[in-house]
């Protein structure tokens, strides 16, 4: 029985969006349904067999459509299968080691009974949008830190997961 999943994310310059355009890759790869939408856009996850969301990391917090999209979806999302995924830090770390949620989405994560939540590493190139992405990118702090390897795999585990069911 083919599954239909979301890959709901939250994003401010794409690198997200380009994080779960992936996972949803895998997905379609691996033979189930999968698309890759805007948080912000998403009308209902009735449709869908299970969710996995993104979000970015600014400052700490996970992106705002990401959170509200968990949020008015909450109840619907703690009935199905359901993976989170964090996308921030500009260095290595994620690729070094497991980061845990910021506390918003640790919350998320035990409220709905996630079944798994990963932090990749994240992406800002000139040209991001906002003052503070601008002042990160002037101190030589930017660049791409996603492990796309990394990322598949995850993405394949969740596919496994979900034929197995």
């Known amino acids: 029985m083919p599954k239909n999943v979301l890959v709901a994310y939250g994003t401010t310059n794409g690198a997200t969006a380009e994080i779960a355009e992936s996972v ?91 079944r798994d939540h990963v932090t990749f590493g994240g992406c800002l190139r000139e040209g991001a949008k906002g003052w503070v992405a601008r002042m990160i990118l002037r101190n030589g702090k930017g660049g791409d830190f996603r492990d796309f390897g990394h990322i598949e795999a995850w993405a394949a585990g969740i596919a496994r997961e979900l034929t197995r069911d």
């Open 24 to 114: 949803a890759a895998v997905l379609r790869k691996e033979g189930l349904t999968a698309e890759a939408l805007a948080a912000g856009s998403v009308g209902s996850t009735e449709p869908y067999d299970a969710v996995v969301v993104g979000g970015g990391l600014y400052a700490g917090r996970w992106h705002r459509d990401a959170r509200r999209f968990v949020r008015r979806n909450g109840e619907d999302l703690a009935h199905r299968p359901l993976w989170l995924f964090s996308s921030g830090p500009l260095d290595a770390s994620a690729s070094e080691r497991d980061i845990e949620p910021v506390p918003w989405v640790r919350k998320a994560v035990v409220r709905l009974d996630a």
